[in-house]
T-cell receptor
Framework: DQQVKQNSPSLSVQEGRISILNCDYT??????FLWYKKYPAEGPTFLIS?????DKNEDGRFTVFLNKSAKHLSLHIVPSQPGDSAVYFC??????????FGQGTTLQVKP | DTAVSQTPKYLVTQMGNDKSIKCEQN?????MYWYKQDSKKFLKIMFS???????INETVPNRFSPKSPDKAHLNLHINSLELGDSAVYFC?????????????FGDGTRLSIL
């Protein structure tokens, strides 16, 4: 029973373009969502988060959008840079301290 | 000045052995976690400690025993290792356990059972 799903295993975009990574969830008790970035042989690094009371949070080139009615969130990276190439994990929390992760999307940004 | 450090980074051992993975954080956080990333790349929580007290214990075999000597350390001991234990184990920490603080991860320990 996968409560957080990232249905696209991989995404390839050209440098300078927008990258859009998607995430769906099923548990309506989730009230906080996070995106993590992971390079090979390293641990996940926190990128950006959003509370369920908001529908958008922006931090530099990264913006997370939340659509609660659709139980969907997305991460927009613009402009994309080659250094953004990594695995991106979506995660959700229901204030239990338990982060539920999606299976990740591998982003490749081509120069 | 590594924030969350795990040792060893790689661990190759025989089935049936007992092994430990150590984790230390220098962030002053109160809560620490162990996650397992399996072959399908899912990251799943195993345990969480808050100020040396166990607060999350997922459905994990009894062969796995976490130990927190102080709030900066959370070690994972695994008895009678099995083939299915092969995975990458990540340690993490956060300021508090349930207040929506981002978790900071170590670089993982890749455990391979022969």
């Amino acid at each position: 029973d996968q409560q957080v799903k990232q249905n696209s295993p991989s995404l390839s975009v050209q440098e300078g373009r927008i990258s859009i990574l998607n995430c769906d969830y099923t548990n309506s008790m989730f009230d906080y969502f996070l995106w993590y970035k992971k390079y090979p042989a390293e641990g996940p690094t926190f990128l950006i988060s959003i509370s369920s009371i908001k529908d958008k949070n922006e931090d530099g080139r990264f913006t997370v959008f939340l659509n609660k009615s659709a139980k969907h969130l997305s991460l927009h990276i613009v402009p994309s840079q080659p250094g953004d190439s990594a695995v991106y994990f979506c995660a959700a929390n229901s204030n239990t301290g338990k982060l539920i992760f999606g299976q990740g999307t591998t982003l490749q940004v081509k120069p | 000045d590594t924030a969350v450090s795990q040792t060893p980074k790689y661990l190759v051992t025989q089935m049936g052995n007992d092994k430990s993975i150590k984790c230390e954080q220098n962030l002053g956080h109160d809560t620490m976690y162990w996650y397992k990333q399996d072959s399908k790349k899912f990251l799943k929580i195993m345990f969480s400690y808050n100020n040396k007290e166990l607060i999350i214990n997922e459905t994990v075999p009894n062969r796995f025993s976490p130990k927190s000597p102080d709030k900066a350390h959370l070690n994972l001991h695994i008895n009678s290792l099995e083939l299915g234990d092969s995975a990458v184990y990540f340690c993490a920490s956060s300021q508090t356990g349930g207040d929506h603080q981002p978790q900071h991860f170590g670089d993982g320990t890749r455990l391979s059972i022969l």
